[in-house]
């Protein structure tokens, strides 16, 4: 009895850590957006290619934009529809 609930126990486990990893929020997030107004609603101040863009905003006047991992995806995924002026942020703002 003692060696099956161990093994229970591991099986519990191995789901449970299974499931979290197919549900990370990285995964769920959208990417591709059609308007700046979608995307601001998910990214207030929209989203750079780097720090340094980002920064460039900053000093702009305007809000600082994500630049992380998924925001740099998600700028990749849109730049060329949603950075029209072409200063490495999407939908500054």
């Given at each position: 009895?003692?060696?099956?609930l161990r093994?229970?126990?591991?099986?519990?486990?191995?789901?449970?850590?299974?499931?979290?990893?197919?549900?990370?929020?990285?995964?769920?997030?959208?990417?591709?957006?059609?308007?700046?107004?979608?995307?601001?609603?998910?990214?207030?101040?929209?989203?750079?290619?780097?720090?340094?863009?980002?920064?460039?905003?900053?000093?702009?006047?305007?809000?600082?934009?994500?630049?992380?991992?998924?925001?740099?995806?998600?700028?990749?995924?849109?730049?060329?529809?949603?950075?029209?002026?072409?200063?490495?942020?999407?939908?500054?703002?």
């Amino acid at each position: 009895m003692h060696r099956s609930l161990r093994t229970l126990a591991v099986l519990v486990s191995v789901v449970a850590v299974v499931g979290l990893a197919e549900v990370g929020p990285a995964d769920a997030a959208q990417t591709s957006y059609s308007s700046c107004a979608k995307l601001q609603k998910d990214f207030k101040h929209g989203v750079s290619k780097s720090k340094a863009a980002a920064q460039k905003q900053v000093r702009q006047g305007y809000g600082m934009p994500a630049y992380g991992t998924h925001a740099q995806k998600v700028y990749w995924a849109n730049e060329s529809r949603l950075d029209r002026d072409k200063d490495g942020t999407a939908c500054e703002g």
